[in-house]
């Protein structure tokens, strides 16, 4: 009873004030929650300000792009996926070399697999499942289960250096595959392992070697000692899906001739080829002068494409921006983009291709640089590198290959790329038995 009088008489005497007072009040009052929400709008702008900028001065560039996303036209009201998958089915495909050269693949990034994590990766038309010991090291085995194949990489859970299965608890180990439990039974036969891929990790990435007669690895991946010892550290990296044979992929190495028509525009121009022809860029200009030749032995599986660039503006050179490139390709699946520059430092963007099935590739560049030099120079350098990549996407996502190509004698380094690339094929390597009819983007 006390107090609803105190709430009465609370509630009089504030009528009795907003009576008295009146408008003044309210305005008052009105003025104050204006400021107040006012002030509120500023301090969430510039906390998203704040983020933005710190994201793009200090973190690393993550651009992960969907199979469908680059290089198809949709009109009409398809959708991108639509036009992909159209694409997929009325293309010809051309006589196509093996799908799957003999070589080591990356098929995930170090930073990506945390001790005791498993990951399910395509690759080379197989599912695999690769996780990380206790112990730290990283392994691949095939991802479905020798007993009732359960997806190892799907519920498994790592247990020291074997991955356990989730349907029934039977433990391989990640070195050899071999099954080392089966809770319900007294004996593990001998016989029973899951096929356990030859790998390796380095430069922050794990790799796989394939080999179509199940042959050891031939060669080793290079480790970048600057990576090794953190004078390098991860900038970023970027991820597509291409449409295409693999081979053709490297091959742009070779096809010098492609650089000054396709990648000269400036890279503010786009990548949609119908529109970097743009009158409104054309005074902003990328030069090129490119060689490419194959090593010899021992190291006959490499090749060197050597990268001078220039910028000009209203047909000025600017050398400033003169930056010299070595491309080192190793085996069919790797490639080492060393950069130099006098003011800007030294790096190096990984460019990986890692067939998923036959005729759809994931192509990765990863970009380690200079721990003195500010993120934001190198994360410039992989965007650059990732508009001139997608100009290519777009080619590749809607050509067919050509096996004997009609080419003039400025051409003749890239029937000399295939020459050298054709050592990654066997008698035994798979090729394309039919074309899938389309894409499940």
Known sequence: MCAVKVGAALGLGLGTIFVSQGDALLGDLYLTWRGTALLCIIAGVCLVAARWFYRLLFCPLELLRAPHSVGYIAEGGRSKAQAANEVRRRRKIGDLPPVYPNGWYRVLDSHLLERSDVKSVSVLGEQVAVFRGQNGTSYVVDAYCPHLGANLAVGGRVVGSCIECPFHGWQF??????????????????????????????????LIWYHCDGEDPQWTVPERQEITKGEWVFRGRTEHFVNAHIQEIPENAADIAHLDHLHTPCIASGVDLRYINSKFWEFLRHGWRVKWEPESEPNQHCSQMSVNHFFTAFGVRCPLLDIQVVARQVGPGLVFLLFHHALLGRGVIMHCVTPVEPLLQCVSHTIFYQRNIPPLVPKVILRGECVQFERDVMIWNNKRYVSRPLIVKEDSAIQKHRRWFSQFYSENSPRLEYQQDGLDF
């Open 173 to 206: 180990q990640g070195n050899d595959g071999k099954c080392v439990k089966i809770p319900y039974a007294e004996k593990v036969p001998d016989f029973a392992k899951v096929r356990c891929w030859p790998s390796c990790e380095v430069n922050g990435q794990i």
